[in-house]
């Protein structure tokens, strides 16, 4: 085709992806030379020795050497589709993000992951789901990198590392592919009892869901809104399935896995082809900003927490509809790179110490990933607002930059472009107070009560649940080899439950060992007391 976007020196920019190949009337070299044989390579006679002067043949074989990029390092399993977002208008109190205006429709691609399979694992193993949404807002690209459940297994970036080396697979013999089932996972959560919660999440039934149709996703982290006035409001972020929340059983699961690998990206093409679009609400829980932080003795945060939904109850600020699928998963659904940092106007950040690793870690691991700086300019990262941005070169540089030095002020290039000020629409970081502090490797106290959210997680569990559960660990701790490992776990359900602790210890083989906690909340409030039945636990 004609290329529909022409750089000052005649090339292409690449902004039709279309005109990037394959779309020409006859076969070319990548220099678009017409080829009039692509099955023989160039011989001495047609028994003789393939010549080295074969350059067809050469560029052939090496753009396929090259094709395979590195998987993420963390989610490398993915399936993604294109939607539409579209602004409820409730949310104008709180955020003065353009699109979260009533009736703003803004464009999306939504990707669902698994996190510790490797990209050929399959789709119904036990695992947290990744649920990340590039919003291509008219004020740049938001970015919500959620999950499907709703809390974390720490609270600190800095180990993230760790928690990832012990969930995959084991050095020496790379098991398991992509399972939560080994040792080194169960060491860990064992010995650092932050990661309970998240842990009890995976055995529950969300660790299988039925289908990413059928998920809810979570922002996890406390976000900080903030209206046009300047005032500000902390929030979590809640995506409500139209279809419900459902869950495979345990069994379903393990069928499915060897004979549909694929269940789950089937299912959501297959859904969208047949044009039965998923939808999902954005919801958020509201609460005061204040200076420490906290809603109802909960620290917010800690995103080891969540806050109740009836205490804080999720109010619906927009829809999210899924109606397209991918052209091409490699172009798309595997070059996509999402960043919690890509926020707009109306939308912050707070201190949560593990969003604050999260900030570095994405741009740091796409410049591996997708081989240079210059990502932005694939077309799936392409925001849809204008870019004046000052940056050049680099590996991959498509843009043809004229004019000269980037640099600002600079007199020698038609004075300083437009600076937005502070009421024109630039992103202004909410200048929170910061208190005096000493420099410290210390965590606050708010962050070591483990147990008062797995409990409040597991009274709220139906009977069946709570079998599923019970079944899960027991599977799962069943699969480690060491002795000592399942030991430690017992201990940390005996923190949580007498009945969960000994039904997995029978299951198990084992005795049961006596709680080391208490079994009542460390910071127990009026509105939390007022839950009844799931809090206080008994
Ligand atoms: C992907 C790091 C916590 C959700 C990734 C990737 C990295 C990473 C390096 C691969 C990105 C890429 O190659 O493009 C971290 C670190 C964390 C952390 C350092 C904590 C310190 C979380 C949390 C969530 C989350 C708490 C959910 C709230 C995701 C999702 C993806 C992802 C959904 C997949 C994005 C996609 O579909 O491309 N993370 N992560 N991560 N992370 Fe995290």
């Known amino acids: 085709g004609s290329p529909a976007t022409v750089s000052p020196t005649g090339q292409p920019t690449g902004a039709d992806p279309s005109d990037l190949g394959q779309a020409g009337p006859y076969l070319t070299t990548a220099q678009g030379a017409r080829l009039y044989e692509t099955d023989k390579s160039l011989k001495a006679g047609a028994r003789g020795p393939v010549l080295l002067q074969d350059h067809h043949l050469r560029e052939k074989i090496t753009h396929f050497d090259h094709e395979r990029i590195p998987e ?307 077309p799936i990262n392409r925001t849809h607002a204008p870019v004046n941005d000052m940056l050049r070169d680099g590996f991959h540089q498509d843009a043809v930059h004229a004019g000269v030095a980037p640099y600002r002020p600079n007199s020698l290039d038609g004075g300083c472009p437009f600076l937005a000020g502070a009421d024109t629409g630039a992103y202004i970081e909410v200048p929170v107070e910061v208190p005096a502090a000493r420099k410290v490797r210390e965590a606050p106290a708010t962050f070591s009560d483990h147990f008062s959210q797995p409990r409040l997680f597991w009274k709220s569990l139906t009977d069946v649940e709570r079998e599923h559960l019970i079944g899960a660990y027991t599977f799962e701790l069943g699969k480690c080899y060491e002795q000592a490992i399942k030991e430690r776990q017992l201990k940390v359900l005996a923190n949580i439950d007498p009945q969960l602790c000994e039904q997995v210890a029978t299951g198990l083989g084992l005795p049961v060992p006596e709680p080391t906690v208490e079994l009542t909340p460390v910071t127990p409030s009026p509105a939390l007391s007022q839950l009844g039945q799931v809090w206080p636990p008994d």
């Open 72 to 378: 993420r390092v963390v989610h490398a399993r993915g399936a993604a589709a294109h939607g539409v977002f579209q602004g409820y208008g409730t949310a104008a109190q709180v955020s003065k993000a353009a699109f979260l205006a009533k009736d703003v429709e803004t464009p999306v691609f939504v990707r669902f992951s698994t996190v510790l399979g490797s990209r050929g694992s399959s789709d119904t193993v036990r695992d947290t789901r990744g649920f990340a949404t590039k919003f291509y807002t008219a004020q740049g690209t938001f970015d919500l990198v959620g999950n499907n459940i709703p809390v974390f297994f720490i609270q600190d970036s800095i180990k993230f590392p760790d928690i990832i080396h012990a969930g995959k697979p084991h050095p020496d013999r790379e098991i398991p592919q992509a399972q939560s089932a080994h040792d080194t996972f169960w060491d860990f959560v064992s010995l650092h009892t932050e990661a309970t919660h998240h842990t009890m999440w995976n055995m529950s039934d969300r660790g299988i869901p039925r289908s990413y149709r059928m998920m809810e996703g979570f922002g996890v982290h406390t976000f900080r809104l903030v209206n046009a006035e300047g005032q500000t409001t902390l929030v979590k972020f809640h995506w409500k399935p139209k279809l419900g929340v459902h869950s495979l059983v345990w069994e379903e699961a393990q069928i499915i896995n060897g004979m549909d690998p694929d269940f789950h990206r089937r299912d959501l093409a297959d859904a969208i082809e047949a044009g039965a679009f998923p939808q999902w609400e954005l919801g958020i829980q509201t609460f005061p900003d204040n200076p420490e932080q906290m809603y109802e003795g909960i620290d917010l945060l800690d995103p080891t927490n969540i806050v109740p939904e009836e205490i804080a109850p999720v109010q619906p600020i927009g829809l999210l509809t899924l109606n397209a699928n991918p052209t091409n998963y490699f172009a798309e659904t595997e070059q996509v790179a999402f960043h919690p940092g890509h926020l707009v106007p109306g939308i912050d950040i707070t201190d949560d110490p593990l969003l604050a690793g999260r900030l570095f870690s994405y741009l740091d691991t796409q410049i591996t990933r997708l081989a240079g700086p210059n990502f932005a300019q694939i």
